[in-house]
């Protein structure tokens, strides 16, 4: 059974950091391009970042380049997204999503939105 589970999501500050984890299971990780998404009014679903199997190539949306890092431990089946200096908009349910390489880049993923499987969601607030 596949699974993905999302954690580290809380309310913090504006200027603060948080750490987000998704731990998966049930299929070949190293397989897989895997990629954070968050759910906003409006527009919907929108890729944040995702991150190749092998870990040498990332996609960032462009508000959060600079300030957002993806990175993945292949060996204990986790994705990470490091958030830093966090503001009010980047406020939304953050989810974790995965889609085999064979299938698609990581450019495609994170702007079609497009995955196999999703997490649950984690809940970012960002507010003072």
């Known amino acids: 059974q596949v699974q993905l589970v999302e954690s580290g999501g809380d309310l913090v500050q504006p200027g603060g950091s948080l750490r987000l984890s998704c731990a998966a299971s049930g299929f070949t990780f190293d397989d897989y391009i895997l990629g954070w998404f968050r759910q906003v009014p409006g527009p919907g679903r929108e890729g944040v970042s995702c991150i190749s199997s092998n870990d040498e190539s990332t996609y960032y949306l462009n508000s959060v380049k600079g300030r957002f890092t993806v990175s993945r431990d292949n060996a204990e089946n986790t994705v990470y997204l490091q958030m830093d200096s966090l503001k009010p908009e980047d406020t939304a349910v953050y989810y974790c999503?995965?889609?085999?390489?064979?299938?698609?880049?990581?450019?495609?993923?994170?702007?079609?939105?497009?995955?196999?499987?999703w997490g649950q969601g984690t809940q970012v607030t960002v507010s003072a």
């Open positions: 999503a995965a889609i085999r390489k064979s299938i698609t880049t990581v450019e495609t993923m994170c702007y079609f939105a497009g995955a196999e499987y």
